[in-house]
């Protein structure tokens, strides 16, 4: 009984068997669309200025010549594709980690930004880089000196990162 309550419930009326009153509405909403001005960039010559929420490549901040990272190892840890990987070793002047392999898988990363979330010293960030081309897949495994970038270049994407946290 229920089930013949429901078949009849979501019968379609003659208008809606028709689909013309729906064809109508997609042609309308066209021709609408069509007479807005247009938001095509042309892009080489019109370039895209991300903001600082964006999330492009990430990469690895270099403060004072020197990468901020400590090797913990959490960003390897956490990242759900397996692209990044690092090896530590210490220091002998300051009893301190450094990574002595840093490398990232670009064709593996899905751009998550769980690296940049877990990480404690800000070290690792999602730059603004979004052209990203590679010729082989030995080019994108992105290694140390490829991922360093300087604190200057990525201040707006920490200073997002310093308001929403």
């Given at each position: 009984?229920?089930?013949?309550?429901?078949?009849?419930?979501?019968?379609?009326?003659?208008?809606?068997?028709?689909?013309?009153?729906?064809?109508?509405?997609?042609?309308?909403?066209?021709?609408?669309?069509?007479?807005?001005?247009?938001?095509?960039?042309?892009?080489?010559?019109?370039?895209?200025?991300?903001?600082?929420?964006?999330?492009?490549r990430p990469v690895l901040v270099e403060e004072d010549?020197?990468?901020?990272?400590?090797?913990?190892?959490?960003?390897?840890?956490?990242?759900?594709?397996?692209?990044?990987?690092?090896?530590?070793?210490?220091?002998?002047?300051?009893?301190?980690?450094?990574?002595?392999?840093?490398?990232?898988?670009?064709?593996?990363?899905?751009?998550?930004?769980?690296?940049?979330?877990?990480?404690?010293?800000?070290?690792?960030?999602?730059?603004?880089?979004?052209?990203?081309?590679?010729?082989?897949?030995?080019?994108?495994?992105?290694?140390k000196p490829r991922l360093l970038t300087p604190v200057?270049?990525?201040?707006?994407?920490?200073?997002?990162?310093?308001?929403?946290?």
């Amino acid at each position: 009984m229920n089930v013949k309550n429901n078949i009849e419930a979501n019968r379609l009326t003659f208008w809606e068997e028709l689909y013309l009153p729906e064809i109508a509405r997609g042609l309308g909403l066209t021709l609408r669309r069509m007479f807005k001005p247009k938001m095509t960039r042309q892009y080489p010559e019109e370039r895209w200025e991300p903001t600082g929420s964006y999330r492009g490549r990430p990469v690895l901040v270099e403060e004072d010549g020197t990468e901020r990272c400590v090797a913990c190892g959490l960003c390897s840890r956490v990242c759900p594709a397996l692209a990044i990987e690092v090896q530590a070793a210490d220091t002998e002047l300051n009893k301190e980690r450094f990574p002595v392999k840093f490398e990232i898988n670009m064709l593996r990363c899905i751009y998550c930004g769980f690296c940049e979330e877990v990480c404690p010293e800000e070290a690792i960030v999602m730059s603004k880089d979004y052209e990203l081309v590679f010729a082989s897949q030995e080019e994108a495994i992105m290694d140390k000196p490829r991922l360093l970038t300087p604190v200057a270049v990525l201040q707006d994407r920490l200073e997002f990162l310093r308001q929403y946290r």
